[in-house]
């Protein structure tokens, strides 16, 4: 079994241009590819982990969000980081589904797809009231970037 780092998207990876899904928006901080490339080269799994509620808002469709996917999985390949999955939660916050963060589900479906090693695994996020709060729930560790700030 192999640990992961679960890798928030918008706000993480990338800047959030709020309900971000065209490629022409797509920018990566300059900072996220060495922690990554660290991770990973240790034998780290890489997995996106992401509400994305643009889509059940009517903003953006899967496939749109698929696109922008492809694009990161690109650039982070020309780093020399696989990708292995990408998980999103489509639902609004007032849905109350269980795949929406800080609730577990999308990690939960990660770590029966690929056997992970949930305990030695990271939460890699920019909000400590959504990515942290899922750490938090897993018993697992954050790191947070970019220092978002919840209002």
């Known amino acids: 079994m192999k640990p992961a780092i679960f ?7 990338n800047y959030d241009a709020g309900y971000t899904y065209k490629l022409e928006d797509l920018k990566i901080y300059d900072d ?23 889509i059940n808002r009517g903003y953006f469709t899967v496939n749109d969000m698929k696109k922008f996917n492809d694009g990161i999985k690109r650039i982070f390949m020309e780093h020399g980081i696989v990708i292995s999955d990408f998980y ?8 109350n589904c269980e795949c929406r963060k800080p609730k577990t ?3 939960e479906q990660a770590v029966k797809k ?13 909000r400590d009231d ?9 018993g697992i560790k954050f790191i947070k970037v970019h220092g978002y700030s919840a209002p």
């Open 114 to 126: 690929y056997g992970i090693d949930l305990k030695n695994s990271i939460v890699i996020g920019d």
């Open 130 to 138: 959504i990515d942290g709060e899922l750490a938090r729930n897993l």
């Open 105 to 107: 589900g999308m990690v």
């Open 88 to 95: 999103f939660c489509p639902h609004k916050p007032e849905e």
């Open 32 to 54: 996220i590819i060495p922690i990554l490339k660290k991770y990973y080269d240790s034998g780290y799994i890489i997995i996106v982990i992401s509400n994305q509620s643009g």
């Open 7 to 13: 890798l928030d998207r918008d706000g993480t990876i």
